[in-house]
């Protein structure tokens, strides 16, 4: 088969502890990924990503002095962010329902909870590069479509334009 | 435009976006993903990974045992013990680190401080699992699930 597969891509891991960053490289190294930056916070992580293109990024979420939300919020947001489609792959031990929510409204691209396994880790990229999300911008948020799947029975209400180019409304 | 429409979300298809790789690209990343030498390699990859993870987390449970009741800095710790211990093996370390994190998690979102007696339990057993010879999971179901039960009956006194 054609294609260079994962071997032209770039990463960026973003995690203050260096046993994960070391893991995660291992990890990444397994799939064939060997131009990886590492950063530990999302302080760094920005000026890395202003230096060098990376083409994905895992981030963990509990870091100092920027952390994995804030990190997610200026690279979906800020006028400086030299890709704000990046897809952001946050891995945390934090699994709390209303951590989960606040990394999903910093525009998360997928959230993988802590401890990791190379089963996870893959089918978060596989979902990456199977099934590219949309993305949505609108009042207060710009990042990946939140919606993961359309209801049948849903009845809106209908917020976007396009949600009036297919859809039938009564 | 209208204010209604400028209000409208816009919805930026995949294609109308630069992709992480090329649609050939992908045909070749997913096959290696599920190739069985990538799983040989990731399972390498996590073996080497668990003896030095495990002395980290020693090290981390000597400074959860010394932060005695500094809430802040026993959450963070514990946060950081949960987080790996499975990778290292400790499968119970990791289960009970995650009661008392969910436990100082939700005590905070109620805005109660929490209980220092059952945060130096759970301390306790944490240090307890990691330092012993051998991951012991039926006793460390045992000790988490009455560690589970104590916090859920707390949880719900600190709710009334």
Redesign the interface.
Known sequence: MSGAGFETLKALIVEDNAHMRALLRALLNSVGIKDIAEAPHGEAALRVLRERKSDLVLSDLAMKPMDGLEFTRQVRNSDASPNPFVPIIMITGHTEKHRVEAARDAGVTEFLAKPITAANLYARIAEIVERPRAFVRCEGYFGPDRRRRMAEDYAGPWRRAEDFADTEVR | MTAA?A????????DA??????T??????????RSAT??V??????E??AP??KL?ILQYVCELEEFGTDMERVF?KA??I??????AGLITT?RISEIL??YM?DMA?IGKPADAIIVALHVSAIAQAARAEKDDLAMGEIVAAELAALVARRLTEALR
Do not use: N, V
């Not at chain 2, 209000?7 to 995949?14: D, H, N, V």
């Not at chain 2, 390699?41 to 996590?46: C, G, S, T, V």
């Open positions: 429409a209000k409208q979300a816009q919805f930026i298809a995949p976006y630069p992709q992480m790789m090329s050939q690209d992908a045909a070749r990343a997913m096959q290696t993903l990538t799983a390699k990731a399972q390498l990859a996590m080497q990974a030095p993870m980290a963070e946060h950081e949960r987080g790996f211990a499975e990778t990791g994190c969910r998690d979102r």
